[in-house]
C-alpha cells in the first residue's frame, strides 16, 4: 500500500487554502498551475454566489437563488415526521429531550470535594507534662 501525502497550500485570498491529496506519483504527475487555476475559479464563483445571496437576503428576498437562476423543477419530497425522527435516531444516535425537564433546565450535578477541600483527620496526641 503506498502512502498518500498532503499539501495544505495556502491560496492568495485570506484564510484560504487549498488542499491535494495523492500518492506521490499522483501528486507527480498533476500540473500545479492547472491545480491553482481550478482553485481561483471555484473560489471567485463561490464568493460571487455569497455576495449574490447576501444582496438578496438583505432586500428581503427568501429565495437562495433568483427565479432565473433555478434549473428545472425542484420536488420537495414529503418524509412523515416519525420517519425522519427514526431515520436521525438511528444514524446518528440523536435523542429526545423533554423540553420540561431539559438538562440545561436542571442544576448541575455537585462537583466532588478535591482532597484539599475534604476535612482533615483530626489527630488525638497525648503528651505527658509531668516531668517539666
Known amino acids: 500500500m503506498t502512502e498518500k501525502i498532503t499539501f495544505r497550500i495556502p491560496g492568495t485570498v485570506e484564510y484560504s487554502y487549498w488542499e491535494v491529496t495523492g500518492t506521490p506519483e499522483e501528486i507527480g504527475r498533476m500540473d500545479p498551475e492547472v491545480c491553482g487555476a481550478l482553485f481561483a475559479s471555484f473560489l471567485y464563483s463561490a464568493t460571487t454566489g455569497e455576495r449574490g445571496a447576501i444582496k438578496r437576503l438583505q432586500e428581503g ?3 437562495l437563488l433568483p427565479a432565473s437562476e433555478v434549473k428545472g423543477e425542484v420536488q420537495v419530497q414529503d418524509v412523515p415526521q416519525e420517519a425522519a425522527e427514526e431515520l436521525l435516531k438511528a444514524e446518528l444516535g440523536a435523542e429526545e429531550i423533554n423540553p420540561n425537564v431539559a438538562p440545561y433546565k436542571q442544576p448541575p450535578p455537585a462537583a466532588a470535594k478535591k482532597p484539599w477541600e475534604q476535612d ?8 505527658d507534662l509531668s516531668d517539666f
Open 120 to 127: 482533615k483527620p483530626k489527630s488525638q496526641v497525648t503528651i
Open 61 to 63: 428576498q427568501t429565495a
